[in-house]
């Protein structure tokens, strides 16, 4: 679903200039999507303009044995602090029980945060990820989302049973 929502949908994104980026950088390269490098936003980022949206993609490599890396967390806060609407996505092929573990002890380190935290499995599946999300925030298709929310709102209040039997009370 998520490789045919992108495929028709183009746009802008800002990648960091560090090596973690070049695999994912290709694969929207690949999808016609118009890509800037820059060396002012931090490593392993990818922020999409038009919607609002960074991803900071981490390994589970980066994280010690006691998930106490202080200068990961700092990057993670520093990555919150400059982009509001932030994601962060843990890559990893298999979520064993230490996957697990750090994702839970970022979750639990970032409660009450503006941070989403994201398993993906692999760099498509994280750019799959990417883009759904840049998307679904981006403002021509947030306005089309709420319009056809309200459309879906107002056909089920009118076929509603319940209102039509109002109706007949005349309520």
Known sequence: MAGDTSTSWKTTVIISSSPQCDEPSQILLAQQHKIRRSDSILPSSFVFPLSGTAFLLVTPEEFPAKHENAELFERIEKFMQVHRNSFLLLKAPVYGKREWEILSSVQNRFLGCNLKVLPVHSTP??????????????KPHVEKMRDRMSLACAHIIDRSPVWGMLQEMRL
């Open 125 to 138: 599946n994280a750019v799959d990820g990417m883009l759904l999300i840049a998307k679904a925030t981006s």
